[in-house]
T-cell receptor, first 111, second 114 residues
Framework: GNSVTQMEGPVTLSEEAFLTINCTYTATGYPSLFWYVQYPGEGLQLLLKATKADDKGSNKGFEATYRKETTSFHLEKGSVQVSDSAVYFCALKAAGNKLTFGGGTRVLVKP | EPEVTQTPSHQVTQMGQEVILRCVPISNHLYFYWYRQILGQKVEFLVSFYNNEISEKSEIFDDQFSVERPDGSNFTLKIRSTKLEDSAMYFC????????????FGQGTRLTVV
């Protein structure tokens, strides 16, 4: 079946540091890939997406590139802020419409 | 900006009781979903709903669960006889169309079964 594996957290960083959260997937066919973010006490918000190989999704300074050869969709941000502290979920959508989520990575950015 | 709304935000119920979680999806969306997140665990798919019927469900979605779209706007999840292990955050989501379109999530309902 489909699955998503992402690095376990928590990831603790200082403000302005570089952030990478690794995500790899297993899926049949050609899935769409997503990163969702969950801020403390809130629901899931779509951060970015990519629907085909080599697409780059970007939003709010975050980027992720759909790498079919390595089945990866790593999330990066060049300079994090305290407000980026959240849980980040990598997810895929393959045949059908359900999302399959990774376990989530908690990120804590300290001033 | 249109959003998915869920009520209540927090529900406490006694084991064995029935609960109904309510959701108002985005108005022009055609696909509706329920997911749950047990504390500290990953978000899990429960069920998807399209054209007034279930299109897919997970093994979690057993006979204790049911979904309904009773009118043109609400989408509900009913748990017939709650168990302690049903305690979780339940998220409703909706999307316009197929696999490449994003799902918009509500804020969630935290269900606590005591």
């Amino acid at each position: 079946g489909n699955s998503v594996t992402q690095m376990e957290g928590p990831v603790t960083l200082s403000e302005e540091a570089f952030l990478t959260i690794n995500c790899t997937y297993t899926a049949t066919g050609y899935p769409s890939l997503f990163w969702y973010v969950q801020y403390p006490g809130e629901g899931l918000q779509l951060l970015l997406k990519a629907t085909k190989a080599d697409d780059k999704g970007s939003n709010k300074g975050f980027e992720a590139t759909y790498r079919k050869e390595t089945t990866s969709f790593h999330l990066e941000k060049g300079s994090v802020q305290v407000s980026d502290s959240a849980v980040y979920f990598c997810a895929l959508k393959a045949a059908g419409n359900k999302l399959t989520f990774g376990g989530g990575t908690r990120v804590l950015v300290k001033p | 900006e249109p959003e998915v709304t869920q009520t209540p935000s927090h529900q406490v119920t006694q084991m064995g009781q029935e609960v109904i979680l309510r959701c108002v999806p985005i108005s022009n969306h055609l696909y509706f979903y329920w997911y749950r997140q047990i504390l500290g665990q990953k978000v899990e798919f429960l069920v998807s709903f399209y054209n007034n019927e279930i299109s897919e469900k997970s093994e979690i979605f057993d006979d204790q669960f049911s979904v309904e779209r009773p009118d043109g706007s609400n989408f509900t999840l009913k748990i017939r006889s709650t168990k302690l292990e049903d305690s979780a955050m339940y998220f409703c989501a909706s999307s316009e169309t197929g696999p490449s379109t994003e799902a918009f999530f509500g804020q969630g309902t935290r269900l606590t079964v005591v």
